[in-house]
């Protein structure tokens, strides 16, 4: 699993996505200068981690 926070959020936030993240071994992604909405606040940062991440994903494809 893959979790995208923004550094400027809500510091609750960010602590507990670094708590599941480590708990599920998951990855966590902080974007800095970004809010809540990283996908809005940030796009291209955000396209380029998810992009990334599916990339790394192994398995069989369709």
Known sequence: MLYVVGA????LVVDESRALAAATGS??????????IVNVQQPEAFHALVRAWLEGIEGSRP
């Open 27 to 36: 990855r966590l992604e902080v974007v800095p200068a970004c809010g809540h």
């Open 8 to 11: 400027q959020d809500n510091a």
